[in-house]
């Protein structure tokens, strides 16, 4: 995501503040203005003249209490949603995420939920904590899909999955959020992360909102955002559209597959150790073997 701007300024001075709380060496604020416009000129831009919003998390510091503004956007976020949400995220396994989505899944004039995933963690920690907990919170999603309008894929290329490491949410094409932010736990309170949003007040914000989330379901299906939005409007609905356009994909090795999870009973409930390797907020446990310092 570019932006210009008091966006661009606003992301430089949490920039500068990070690097001087990491490194103690303070740098020169951003200038007011950028001589000559730095706007790439090839670029065409998605949005002029909307607000931007700014969501940060950083744990608590000395003399510096902890901010949780992405946790606060994502939570407002699906619970706003009432016709589709739309995800892109390296991992889920956040309880509240799952807890909000399960309760648009039940209501009979819920939300459309497409949702976007690497389809294998990495690593033994990963794999223990990350996608056991992704899958249990799938089936917790499944169970609570009493309408057929969730889907939880991911994307194959050429007969061989696709790393997703994006991060996205679109609400009822009213709402964008793009940032660094995973909807795990310690990306809610443990790490720093910066995420930009941007609600539509009016027509044209939407339909570039709506434009971008049918760009990216044509890139998955190697079709074009036209295709999407007829598919869309003959079945009414963006996960039964995606359906109607994943066939011809799915034939030549290609598209979207639903995650094994989904089809497979198991557990609901996050594994033993979620709270060391997946925590909400910093702990220290050898605190135990720490002196108080003699000042």
Not at 56 to 65: H, L, M, S
Not at 221 to 247: F, K
Not at 261 to 270: F, H, I, K, N, T
């Amino acid at each position: 995501m570019i932006v210009d701007g008091p966006a661009a300024r606003a992301v430089a001075q949490i920039a500068r503040a990070r690097w001087t709380r990491a490194t103690g060496e303070s740098l020169a604020p951003a200038p007011e203005r950028a001589q000559p416009d730095l706007w790439p000129e090839d670029l065409e831009p998605d949005f002029a003249d909307v607000d931007v919003g700014v969501a940060r998390t950083a744990p608590a510091g000395p003399g510096e209490a902890e901010i949780r503004e992405a946790e606060a956007l994502t939570r407002a976020c699906l619970r706003a949603a009432r016709r589709s949400v739309y995800i892109e995220a390296q991992y889920m396994t956040c309880a509240f995420v799952g807890a909000l989505l399960a309760q648009a899944l039940r209501r009979p004039d819920g939300p459309d939920v497409m949702v976007l995933m690497t389809h294998e963690s990495r690593g033994f920690a990963e794999r223990l904590v990350m996608g056991r907990n992704r899958d249990r919170l799938m089936r917790r999603l499944k169970r609570a899909d009493l309408h057929d309008r969730l889907r939880i894929c991911y994307r194959v290329v050429a007969g061989e999955p696709l790393m997703v490491h994006s991060k996205l949410i679109i609400v009822d094409d009213r709402f964008l959020r793009i940032g660094s932010s995973n909807l795990n736990n310690r990306s809610m309170g443990l790490d720093t992360e910066c995420d930009l949003a941007i609600e539509a007040r009016e027509w044209r914000t939407r339909a570039a909102i709506a434009d971008l989330r049918r760009r990216l379901i044509g890139e998955h299906l190697a079709v074009s955002p036209l295709d999407v939005a007829a598919q869309e409007a003959a079945t009414g609905s963006m996960t039964r559209g995606i359906d109607a356009l994943n066939g011809a994909a799915y034939a030549q090795g290609a598209g979207l597959r639903c995650f094994e999870a989904l089809a497979s009973p198991g557990p609901v409930r996050p594994v033993f150790g979620t709270g060391l390797l997946d925590p909400a907020r910093p702990f220290e446990p050898l605190w135990f073997l720490k002196r108080k310092r003699k000042r």
